[in-house]
Structure formats: C-alpha cells, structure tokens
C-alpha cells in the first residue's frame, strides 16, 4: 500500500473523531500551508482568503440554510 493512501487512512480515520470546528480548523491551516508557495507579494492576499473563523463561518452557512429553506 503506498504511503499516501496510509496517510489518507490515517486522516480519515482522525477526522471521522473530530468536532466540525476541528474539521474546520484543520482544512483552513492545510489552504494556509499552501499559501506559502506563493511569492511574498501574493502570500498575504492568499493567506486572507482563510481568515473567516469557525463562528463567523457557520453563522453564514446558517443564514444560507435558513433561506434555502424557506
């Protein structure tokens, strides 16, 4: 089995345990992680991107579900 499917079980596995914050915690680190192979004069505009907190998010996909649903 070639590591990366090990890894991807491993995640799997990991997030099946976690919370929605933790979800969204972790997918909003791994987008900034890949921010950082930018060039510095693109780096901040693509790290802001991946600013919104847990809060901030699931209160817009509220009000979205909210209106969808009516």
Known sequence: MKPTYVLMA????A???????QLYDGIQQNRIQHCERYPDSQY?????????????YERERQ????????
């Open 63 to 70: 009000e979205l579900l909210n209106e969808s649903g009516n």
């Open 10 to 13: 491993i995640a799997a596995t």
């Open 15 to 21: 997030l099946a345990a976690c919370s929605n914050q």
């Open 44 to 56: 901040a505009q693509c790290v802001a991107q991946y600013q919104k907190d847990y809060r901030e």
